[in-house]
């Protein structure tokens, strides 16, 4: 399909407007519907260009007119990361969940039949595991006893050996282990039932760890490259938890969002009612440690120090097997682990008051 004219909601976002980007420069129109949140925008968002809806995913009106000529919509608004607390379930609840029910809803009404979803890897809970005695294994969360003995790795259910772990494809079991990760299966559940009942085609892509220039910067909802690189741009070291060695699958942001634009492209060729996952990685694992020292090299601020603290609800590794969206769509990453780092280090980061990243 050429010339599509695409919705992107959080379309003024981190992901989103790099997806704007790299859709408009391929000729397509490209429509934002972003609520412009100064939690995860600041008090003077970066304007995406002409075709802003400035509302909030849930405002039903908002979104039926947002939907006007749309041919594919790509779904990005979301309230991402660990978060706080608890307390932050409702949020959670009601940006993810409900702002993709009323989305779809509208969808079904305006006879819009194509979606790609901003899915996330942590859907999965922990990745694949490997014992040497008992093949594949999936270990369940770690105790916090194990955790604060500084036992980080997990071990066989059956034989309490050390696990080896592996790259987890789509077809893993879903185990999500924090409000977040469980709207994210949620969102996933919600594009499903709509494809079926509709004849809509959905895709979901489960990015990995994005990074990259213009991450939210100093919020508590950001991801760890988030976290190291505010760090380092205050003159502090990197704190890294656990021991460092929790495996990640790193992707820039430009990657991402090329995905979106071939996903963009693919959707419509799907059957009717069909929805299809895609781990969207790089397909090179690198450790949490890994990641601070190249940017702390790349930038020349201070050493990462390993601080042993932990927090219930993460989980030590999860690495994707992005075979199938290359396979399938053609996609393929193209920056590279150390060259994304080094850009990276020194990128300008979005800046944010505390509260919701979209």
Known sequence: ??????????????????????????????????????????????SPGNGLITADVRDRDAVDRALYGVDVVCHQAAMVGLGKDFADAPDYVGCNDLGTAVLLAAMAAAGVRSLVLAGSMVVYGEGRYDCRRHGPVRPGPRAEADLAAGRFEPHCPSCGTELVPGLVGEDAAMDPRNVYATTKL??????????????????????????????????????????????????????????????????????????????????????????????????????????????????????????????????????????????????????GFADGMAEFATAPLRETSAGVSA
């Open 1 to 46: 399909m050429s010339d599509m004219r695409v919705l992107v909601t959080g379309g003024a976002g981190f992901i989103g407007s790099e997806i704007v980007r790299t859709l408009r420069s391929a000729g397509h129109e490209a429509v934002v519907l972003d609520a412009l949140l100064p939690s995860a925008h600041g008090t003077t968002p970066s």
């Open 186 to 335: 949620t969102q996933e559940h919600l594009a499903s039932s709509w494809a079926r009942a509709t004849g809509g085609r959905a895709v979901s892509l489960r990015y990995h760890n994005v990074y990259g220039p213009g991450m939210p910067r100093d919020t508590p909802y950001a991801g760890v490259a988030s976290f190291f690189r505010s760090a380092l741009a205050r003159g502090d070291s990197p704190r890294v938890f656990e021991d460092g060695g929790q495996r990640r699958d790193f992707i820039h942001v430009r990657d991402v969002a090329a995905a979106n634009a071939v996903a963009a492209r693919a959707v419509a060729g799907l059957g009717p009612g069909s929805f299809a996952a895609y781990n969207t990685g790089s397909g090179q694992p690198r450790t949490i440690g890994e990641m601070a020292a190249a940017l702390t090299s790349a930038s020349g601020g201070p050493e990462p120090v390993i601080t042993g603290e932990y927090r219930l609800g993460d989980v030590r590794h999860v690495t994707a097997d992005s075979r199938r969206l290359r396979d399938e769509l053609g996609w393929k990453p193209e920056v």
